[in-house]
Nanobody, 119 residues
């Protein structure tokens, strides 16, 4: 059974930092590209960051470039999202996603973790 479990969310003041983690089990982690998405109240889910299977390629939404960093530790089957200089508009539920586009394909989601940026 595939499981993705996010952790690390919480309440932080503007300008602060948080590090999200997503532990993955039940699949061959190194063969999956990984993504962080977020969904704010009343808004559609948006892609925040991407990291390739080997970690050699990363991409970010324009709104988080220079502030967020995605990374992966294949020895721990875990990805991270380091979030710095947080803004109130970063408030959302953050989800991790594992996706494999070559057979056997797979597309799996975690349950989400709440991040609230407020003074």
């Amino acid at each position: 059974q595939v499981q993705l479990v996010e952790s690390g969310g919480g309440l932080v003041q503007p300008g602060g930092s948080l590090r999200l983690s997503c532990g993955v089990s039940g699949l061959t982690f190194s063969t999956y590209a990984m993504r962080w998405y977020r969904q704010a109240p009343g808004k559609e889910r948006e892609l925040v960051a991407f990291i390739s299977r080997n970690g050699g390629t990363t991409n970010y939404a324009d709104s988080v470039k220079g502030r967020f960093t995605i990374s992966r530790d294949d020895a721990k089957n875990t990805i991270y999202l380091q979030m710095n200089s947080l803004k109130p508009e970063d408030t959302a539920v953050y989800y991790c996603n594992a996706r494999r586009i070559i057979s056997p394909t797979g597309d799996y989601w975690g349950q989400g973790t709440q991040v609230t940026v407020s003074s």
